[in-house]
């Protein structure tokens, strides 16, 4: 079995509404935080970006918060922002 997830939009647990999207570093890690919390386990197989319109200007640190989340262990492979 293979764990794939997503991230950006920010998703109101309560109401089980998507509220806006945050790709900053912070959200990011609160997002992979919320999804092993949800999925009941240690790390994500793959963990996948979820908008195709994100500036390529601010991809670096999508990128560097992802590589430090598989350093950590709680990812195993991604895939970012693609152009």
Do not use: W
């Not at 640190?61 to 709680?74: I, M, N």
């Amino acid at each position: 079995m293979v764990i794939a997830t997503k991230f950006n939009a920010v998703f109101d647990e309560t109401t089980r509404q998507v509220t806006g999207a945050d790709a900053s570093p912070d959200g990011i890690r609160r997002a992979c935080e919320a999804s092993l919390r949800r999925l009941q386990t240690d790390y994500i197989d793959l963990y996948q970006f979820h908008d195709n319109g994100y500036p390529v200007a601010e991809a670096e640190p999508v990128r560097d918060t992802l590589e430090g989340l598989v350093q950590a262990g709680k990812g195993r492979a991604y895939n970012g922002p693609q152009y």
